[in-house]
Nanobody, 123 residues
Framework: QVQLVESGGGLVQAGGSLRLSCAAS????????IGWFRQAPGKEREFVAA????????YYADSVKGRFTISRDNAKNTVYLQMNRLKPEDTANYYC????????????????WGQGTQVTVSS
């Protein structure tokens, strides 16, 4: 199994930046990909970004492309989500997720989930 712990959420003004972290532990040697998702109150969970563990290849939702950057530190088993030019509509609980089975980077199915970290963007 893989355990995930998110951190870095908070309150920021529109136009500001935040960096989220996702620390993975457990069977990290089998990681295929780690993704970030978000869920706002009353809305369905939506995909934000993903990174392939082996080579760092990345994939983004259109809504965050050019503003958010996902990266990884293999030595620390940690994935980051740098969020710039934040908008009020980015307000949500952000979750990281991991999978160990082989799959394409666009596969939205993940097997392990963190508890989430709240991001609030004020206008």
């Amino acid at each position: 199994q893989v355990q995930l712990v998110e951190s870095g959420g908070g309150l920021v003004q529109a136009g500001g930046s935040l960096r989220l972290s996702c620390a993975a532990s457990g069977r990290t040697f089998n990681l295929n990909a780690i993704g970030w998702f978000r869920q706002a109150p009353g809305k369905e969970r939506e995909f934000v970004a993903a990174i392939r563990w082996a080579d760092g290849y990345t994939y983004y939702a259109d809504s965050v492309k050019g503003r958010f950057t996902i990266s990884r530190d293999n030595a620390k088993n940690t994935v980051y989500l740098q969020m710039n030019r934040l908008k009020p509509e980015d307000t949500a609980n952000y979750y990281c997720a991991a999978r160990t089975r082989y799959s394409g980077i666009q596969d939205p199915k993940y097997d392990y989930w963190g508890q989430g970290t709240q991001v609030t963007v004020s206008s």
